[in-house]
């Protein structure tokens, strides 16, 4: 396969980068630098450092341009999300994202800076660094437990990347386990090795599961987490019960997700620190986020530059807003009705900032003048609501419905009525504009306002197999797109030109999604 050597070095526990031409992987530098890095366990943390810090890096590491949109993990959530119904964009401001909300950016095959080429050069990336750890961490010095750790993380490095290239570039598991995958790498990559091709969706899951399957052994006999940006033991069974979900594995769902909720001292995030603008990894309940530093900070080139109308930033005149119909669906008891300004007057409702209908106040910076604000990956919360909604689909309705007052309740004092007042069920009839008639709806109506913003809705979406429609009795949204079809292609990526180019066993006549 053709590829450009996107040069790795390690130090101080970051990357630092440097292009040559042609290609999609991250490769050391040489012999001596890859000997070096693998010496000593504890270099290796450095490495598994520097793919964390790779999380939210910007700019040209996974695009020629584009910075301002593609800053890592967070604006794959962000542009994902714009892809459904919940989140919405008043306007469209210096109009980045714009083209995700308005459905305008899956074709743009040819493009280096567009999100085809740049979510399959980066999860890709991210895949080849893990695989040069599990291929070279065996043979360093160390504690038997801190390797464990970082083979470990590398295994769920691995998983976590790979779930999103097959989500991204294919329809859901079920119903597609045949179809065309991608491409699969277990060991590294460089510019001289030969291109694999789709294979089959069934074929990538297997690889997730049996990256999380040997995660999970590995971290239960390594050294404690040392940092929320880690992946640890309770992370990796988070990541198995999400793709049990999608694969409709509801025992080991609700298995796995009760797994993940048990690590000693984590805690639901309190009222205090839910109206407290999720941007930082100390909250109680987070499990997994990105500690982001003043001088690692990527500024303009980040989530809250967007997400917070509060403060001068892209965000002030592109404001992002939940659906009104959500909004309308959240208790008016309920903490979480603060995360959004709710209907505001015409005549006091402005050109920028945060006076605006339904503009969302969740996620808001630390401090103006800063953008140094963490960004969240994984919380509690969404265990539960995976576990509830798992027991919920094998009929065990009591055992849903205390899961769903344990995580929602306490944020609302009138939802146990909610819960005890609707009937059991597990035929999924919600869509944009209701109704909610049984259990299983209200399960999937609290996760979509609980995780709202927080990049699952359009996964969710397909999923589901609901489609959605923008244009219900009373919209806020400024595009009405409406798919109906829940085997729609308009949420898959279609595959970058670069990748045919250069590799031999992808051909574009037959290769590529529709």
């Known amino acids: 396969m053709k590829r450009k050597n996107i040069l790795l070095f390690v130090l101080l526990g970051v990357f630092a980068y440097s292009c040559t031409e042609d290609t999609l992987d991250t490769v050391p530098t040489d012999k001596t630098t890859k000997e070096e890095v693998f010496k000593t366990v504890e270099n290796a943390y450095s490495t598994i450092n520097g793919i964390y810090r790779a999380f939210y890096v910007a700019d040209d590491i996974w695009s020629d341009s584009y910075g301002t949109e593609n800053f890592g993990i967070a604006s794959v959530n962000l542009a994902s999300d714009l892809m459904g119904d919940d989140l919405l964009m008043h306007e469209q401001g210096s109009a980045w994202f714009w083209y995700d909300y308005r459905y305008w950016v899956r074709t743009e095959v040819n493009s280096t800076s567009d999100r085809p080429f740049v979510w399959w050069n980066m999860f890709y990336k991210h895949i080849n660094n893990a695989n040069y750890v599990l291929a070279n961490i065996d043979a360093a010095k160390g504690e038997e437990v801190e390797r464990n750790n970082v083979k470990g993380q590398a295994h769920a490095i691995r998983a976590f990347a790979y779930l999103h290239l097959i989500q991204f570039y294919q329809r859901t598991y079920i119903g597609h386990e045949n179809d ?138 592109a404001r992002k807003c939940i659906s009104k119909w959500l909004y309308d669906q959240i208790g008016d008891n309920d903490v979480r009705k603060t995360w959004f300004k709710g209907a505001i007057p015409e005549e006091e409702e402005e050109s920028k900032g945060v006076n605006v209908s339904y503009n969302q106040m969740k ?152």
């Not at 796995?256 to 100390?282: D, H, I, P, W, Y």
């Not at 927080?454 to 919209?475: A, H, P, S």
């Not at 595959?495 to 529709?514: H, L, R, V």
Request: hydrophobic share 35%; glycine share 8%; charged share 25%.
């Open 180 to 317: 065309p995958g991608v491409p699969l790498y277990t060991e590294p990559t460089t510019k001289e090795t030969e291109g694999k091709g789709r294979g089959t969706v069934e074929e990538v899951y297997t690889q997730i599961n049996s990256d999380l399957d040997a995660a999970i052994a590995l971290l239960k006999k390594a050294s404690p987490q040392r940092h929320k940006s880690h992946i640890d033991l309770y992370v990796a069974y988070g990541l198995k019960a999400r793709v049990a979900m999608v694969q409709n594995k509801w025992g080991d769902a609700a298995s796995f997700a009760k797994l993940a909720r048990e690590k000693s001292g984590l805690e639901k995030m309190t009222k205090a620190e839910l109206q407290g603008g999720f941007n930082t990894v100390n909250a109680s309940g987070w499990m997994w986020g990105s500690e982001i530093n003043e001088d690692q900070s990527t500024s303009w080139y980040s989530f809250f530059n967007h997400m917070d109308a509060g403060v001068e930033g892209h965000g002030y005149k």
């Open 363 to 514: 996620f808001r910076v630390k401090s103006a003048g800063s953008w140094a604000s963490d960004y969240i990956y994984m919380r509690v919360a969404e265990m539960y609501l995976i576990q509830a909604e798992a027991e919920c689909r094998l009929g065990n309705f009591g055992t849903a419905r205390t899961l769903l007052k344990e995580v929602i309740s306490y944020k609302d004092p009138d939802f146990d009525s909610v819960v005890d007042a609707v009937s059991d069920g597990t035929t999924l009839n919600l869509n944009t504009a209701g109704p909610v008639l049984n259990l299983l709806d209200l399960i999937i109506l609290q996760r979509r306002i609980e995780l709202w913003g927080e990049g699952f809705r359009v996964q969710d979406i397909m999923r589901l197999k609901t489609g959605f429609d923008r244009n219900y009795d009373g919209t806020n949204h400024k595009d009405k797109t409406t798919i109906s079809d829940p085997e729609s292609w308009e949420w898959i990526m279609m595959i970058p030109q670069k990748e045919f180019d250069g590799n031999i066993n992808m051909d574009p006549t037959k290769d590529q999604n529709p």
